[in-house]
């Protein structure tokens, strides 16, 4: 079947499309209707069908692939490599689960996750899952405040950390900062699992709440916990959005609707079958992580790296060489990743034998041109932009390699997947908009499986925050977007971020893609600033490349910058400032943090930054300003 014929069936006869992906996953119980849309926005897929993520993940493969390899703990900080096949997983994720219980977690309980990107941290992921327990994974680069708010989101019976990370070699010892979240939160658990990597020297161990992970494992080693089945639409995970555009939104995920979503998924975008070798770079504590780093690849029966390091250490071809050592297939990666390559030598994606490898996806942030072009080029392989939200759970906009590749198209991740009904209209009236028009990228309603089934504890929050914005009950992305007459969406950034020159609307994207065409530069991020004349102008901060050779003339640069954009866009286009500085603020999952940057250009406060990466980035930006372009 070719792609649109797969599509349209998706879209007009959603229960037979959804019927047949079903089959893709064990049911302990099948699903008595496929969905249930009486009480809308709210939805529910394969309704009475009983099925677990775990017995998908693990336990489904026993038999076939038992001593295949699972999963695979690739860390250059810690200098080791844990190899687990899907037998030792299953055993692991046993001995999980019968501690978890022996703490009295059961169905339903929340369990905080707050660990470092390891094999333990998706073993505890699973062993959740095994019991029916919802787990809340919290990004190991959080520090104590994150910790606290989704402590006090999920109200968790137990909080599962490991004594520390490592970034570029630096040990954060995790343990303090869970006592300190422990005494900030209203809601602390009952009890701290704590899984000692031998990184942190002596911790801190509160008697009767703190536990050592390591002898219980001992002792509940032989475990044998059966799989709790739930109904599908139970909840299996809290996970929260990046908080690029304010205070993160708790994300709840279905269970049967996302292991169908998935399953689909791994074949039909990813090209990935059982025993093939899938690598994604995202941390667990992302979207990503949770759908292609564990739940995702361990559904399909292939085998997941999780990558503990930075990409450049101890060389930029780091990558490169897990993807030459366990014939990687597919890999998975996000455009600011890239980024940081692009500022290396492109030999290093030449060092290593990637004839096994067939696709680089992308996903999370605009994929801009230069970029995109650098990487398919340099790397000789089919890069895919995906677009796609913590909401979603997987792709909105991608191309379908396992079904039909269609040619790419720089700047545009494509068609929408299957069983999503995507629409770009026109914010004021609600209609779709033309072909070549700009409008809001919105979801017919209702969601496909996989897609979260509401805001965690918060139904209100889950409709106003999406649902609200038209007079019909769509689904907003939030995003702003384009689609030309071959049906190939662009997204053109966030509804929020788009800024009006004298009447002139203009996408952030458009012109963030202009200034990055300059050789010289790095980076760029492109926000309004008000202005009493023309209501707002664009403001460029950017990043230079360390140019060999060359004097890096910052305001000559700048003012070419300028030129380019008002060549390429036009004079109305042309940003009034450029600000050059030496990192952008982003938050820790890599997006830029255009609306603090914004705030600080209006002199405003720079609003929530409870995800922002590096403090020192805004205080630069600060800097910058009162030092003028
Ligand atoms: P918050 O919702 O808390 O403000 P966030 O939107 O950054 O944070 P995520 O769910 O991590 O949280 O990111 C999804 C958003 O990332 C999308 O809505 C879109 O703006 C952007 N995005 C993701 N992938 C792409 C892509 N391929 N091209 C362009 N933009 C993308
Ligand atoms: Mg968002």
């Not at 403001?539 to 890096?552: E, I, Q, S």
Request: glycine share 10%; aromatic share 8%; proline share 7%.
């Amino acid at each position: 079947m070719r792609y649109d014929e797969f599509h349209r069936w998706s879209i007009e006869d959603p229960e037979g499309f959804w019927a047949e992906q079903a089959k893709a996953i064990h049911w302990h119980k099948p699903p008595q209707h496929i969905l249930d849309y009486s009480n809308p926005p709210f939805r529910k897929w394969f309704v009475g069908g009983e099925t677990n993520l775990c017995h998908n993940a693990v336990d489904r493969h026993l038999d076939e692939r038992g001593d295949q390899l699972a999963l695979v703990g690739y860390s250059t900080e810690t200098g080791s490599v844990r190899e687990l096949s899907f037998r030792e997983l299953h055993r692991e994720v046993n001995a999980f689960a019968s501690v978890l219980q022996s703490l009295g977690v059961g169905q339903g309980d929340r369990v905080v996750v707050y660990m470092p990107h390891t094999v333990d941290a998706a073993i505890a992921m699973l062993a959740c899952a095994r019991i029916g327990a919802i787990h809340s994974v919290v990004f190991g680069g959080f520090a104590s405040l994150n910790l606290a708010l989704r402590i006090d989101d999920a109200q968790p019976k137990v909080l599962v950390c490991a004594d520390a990370g490592i970034r570029g070699g630096k040990v954060i010892a995790f343990k303090p900062l869970v006592d300190e979240a422990l005494a900030r939160a209203q809601h602390p658990p009952a009890h701290v699992l704590v899984v000692n990597r031998g990184l942190a020297g002596e911790l801190p161990m509160q008697p009767g709440r703190d536990l050592a992970y390591g002898p219980l494992r001992e002792a509940h080693a032989d475990a044998q916990v059966p799989v709790v089945w739930l109904e599908s639409n139970e909840p299996s995970y809290i996970l929260y959005t990046s908080g690029t555009t304010g205070k993160p939104k708790g994300v709840q995920r279905d269970v049967g609707g996302y292991a169908v979503a998935l399953a689909l998924s791994m074949w039909s975008i990813y090209d990935v079958r059982a025993g093939q070798a899938f690598f994604s770079t995202s941390d667990i504590g992302w979207v990503v992580g949770h759908s292609y780093n564990v739940y995702g690849p361990l559904i399909a029966g292939a085998t997941s790296i999780l990558y503990e390091g930075l990409p450049t250490a101890p060389d930029p071809g780091i990558w490169w060489k897990i993807c030459e050592q366990y014939g990687v297939r597919t890999m998975f990666s996000s455009p600011t990743a890239v980024r940081v390559l692009k500022k290396q030598d492109a030999s290093w994606l030449k060092k290593h034998d990637l004839s096994k490898l067939q696709y680089l996806f992308l996903a999370g942030e605009p994929l801009d041109e230069p970029t995109a072009q650098w990487i398919s080029e340099s790397l000789g392989k089919t890069v895919i932009d995906n677009y796609w939200q913590t909401e979603t759970g997987w792709p909105v906009l991608t191309l379908m390699p396992g079904v039909e590749l269609k040619p790419v198209r720089l700047g545009s991740p494509g068609f929408p997947a299957p069983g999503y009904d995507v629409r770009v209209i026109d914010e004021n009236t609600g209609e779709d908009a033309g072909v070549g028009e700009k409008g809001v990228l919105v979801l017919q309603p209702p969601l496909p499986p996989g897609c979260l089934s509401t805001v965690w504890n918060n139904d209100e929050r889950f409709v106003a925050s999406y649902f609200s914005h038209f007079r019909e009950p769509l689904y907003s992305s939030l995003d702003w977007a384009i689609r030309d007459g071959d049906g190939y969406t662009f997204i053109l950034g966030r509804t929020d971020d788009v800024i009006n020159v004298a009447g002139h609307r203009l996408g952030t994207r458009e012109i963030e893609e202009s200034v990055s065409s300059h050789p010289g530069v790095a980076e760029a991020a492109v926000i309004g600033v008000q202005d009493a004349v023309k209501g707002q102008v664009p403001v460029v901060f950017a990043t230079l490349k360390p140019l060999p050779g060359a004097d890096a003339d910052e305001r000559e640069t700048a003012a070419q910058m300028l030129q380019t954009v008002a060549d390429q866009l036009g004079a109305v286009a042309r940003p009034s400032r450029v600000y050059v500085v030496n990192a952008l603020p982003k938050t820790r999952s890599g997006k830029l943090l255009r609306r603090s940057l914004q705030a600080l250009a209006e002199a405003r406060d720079p609003g929530d930054l409870s995800t922002l990466d590096d403090p020192n980035a805004l205080e630069e930006v600060k800097r910058a300003l009162a030092r003028g372009p």
